[in-house]
């Protein structure tokens, strides 16, 4: 079965700090493009940040650079966004996605996690 869940959400005060962690079962994340996107209530869903299945690199939307940083973890098949210094404007429910375009070494995916609510408050 193949499962993609977010968890490490909560409240947590602006300055403050969460780990979010994505963890997949039923396929491999090493084959992947990870992002994590956000949607706060009554706007859009946005692109958070990213990691590249073959280099490495990562991305970050202007507004987390400096603060967020995402990694993978091949051994445990996760992957995680590390969010400091934490602002109201970052509250959302934020999700784990998993890509893979179709190649010659396998099928296409688009996989999504049921999401994580993150809620930064005095």
């Known amino acids: 079965q193949v499962q993609l869940v977010e968890s490490g959400g909560g409240l947590v005060q602006p300055g403050g700090s969460l780990r979010l962690s994505c963890a997949a079962s039923g396929f491999s994340l090493i084959g992947s493009t990870i992002g994590w996107f956000r949607q706060a209530a009554g706007k859009e869903r946005e692109g958070v940040s990213c990691?590249?299945?073959?280099?490495?690199?990562?991305y970050y939307t202007d507004s987390v650079k400096g603060r967020f940083t995402i990694s993978r973890d091949n051994a445990k098949n996760t992957v995680s966004l590390q969010m400091n210094s934490l602002k109201p404007e970052d509250t959302a429910v934020y999700y784990c996605?998993?890509?893979?375009?179709?190649?010659?070494?396998?099928?296409?995916?688009?996989?999504w996690g049921q999401g994580t609510q993150v809620t930064v408050s005095s």
């Open positions: 990691i590249n299945s073959r280099d490495g690199s990562t």
């Open positions: 996605n998993a890509f893979r375009p179709r190649s010659l070494y396998g099928p296409r995916y688009d996989y």
